[in-house]
């Protein structure tokens, strides 16, 4: 079982930034696959991004650009920058990690862009 904690989620204006932060017991991010994603209030859930082992990113159309995932594998923390923020981002972000086919989520952080 792997436990996946998300921090850095708040309330932002548009055209802000914010540092959503994934941590996981020790060594977790060396394998696998780890994945941010997000639900919006009325949406299915979404992936915005993901990062391998080796450190190679995909992003989805809409948040190239302004989004960066990133991950510290010494520290254990999978990392999502954003900027350029807008209202259409607001949602409940989540970190995925997958492994041998199994995927873990964390419980999710509210990401909520407005003026």
């Known amino acids: 079982q792997v436990k996946l904690v998300e921090s850095g989620g708040g309330l932002v204006q548009p055209g802000g930034s914010l540092r959503l932060s994934c941590t996981a017991p020790?060594?977790?991010?060396?394998?696998?696959?780890a994945a941010w994603y997000r639900k919006a209030p009325g949406s299915q859930r979404e992936w915005v991004a993901s990062?391998?082992?080796?450190?190679?990113?995909a992003y989805v159309d809409f948040v190239k650009g302004r989004f960066t995932i990133s991950k510290d594998n010494a520290e254990n923390m999978v990392y999502l920058q954003m900027n350029s923020l807008q209202p259409e981002d607001t949602a409940v972000y989540y970190c995925?990690?997958?492994?041998?086919?199994?995927?873990?989520w964390g419980q999710g952080t509210q990401v909520t862009v407005s003026s």
């Open positions: 990062i391998t082992s080796g450190g190679a990113t």
């Open positions: 995925k990690f997958t492994r041998r086919n199994i995927d873990y």
């Open positions: 020790g060594n977790t991010f060396y394998s696998g696959v």
